[in-house]
């Protein structure tokens, strides 16, 4: 067991939350934009809605899919231009 005072504790605690802010940041501005495809239910997680709801936007033309045999596939620039279409302010 090591012990340290409560002053580097905390300060090590505050760099790893700043590198861990750091991190999500680089990941967010790679994913989006990544021409990187998904499929139906890694997307409807993405997107908080059921894959009903996703077949639904399909059909009426809300968002854009690639079929490759049965299986839809979303591309992630797809994705991220629908949620900047419906942003608020």
């Not at 990941?27 to 934009?33: A, I, L, N």
């Not at 409807?44 to 299986?71: F, Y």
């Amino acid at each position: 067991m090591v012990i340290m005072p409560q002053e580097k504790l905390d300060m090590i605690q505050s760099e790893l939350s700043e590198i861990k802010s750091l991190l999500l940041e680089k990941k967010s501005e790679s994913f989006s934009k990544s021409n990187k495809y998904i499929c139906t239910r890694e997307a409807a997680l993405l997107l908080n809605v059921t894959t009903r709801t996703l077949a639904t936007w399909r059909q009426k033309g809300i968002i854009k899919v690639s079929k490759v045999g049965r299986r839809v596939y979303f591309k992630m620039s797809d994705i991220n231009e629908l949620i900047e279409r419906n942003k608020l302010n």
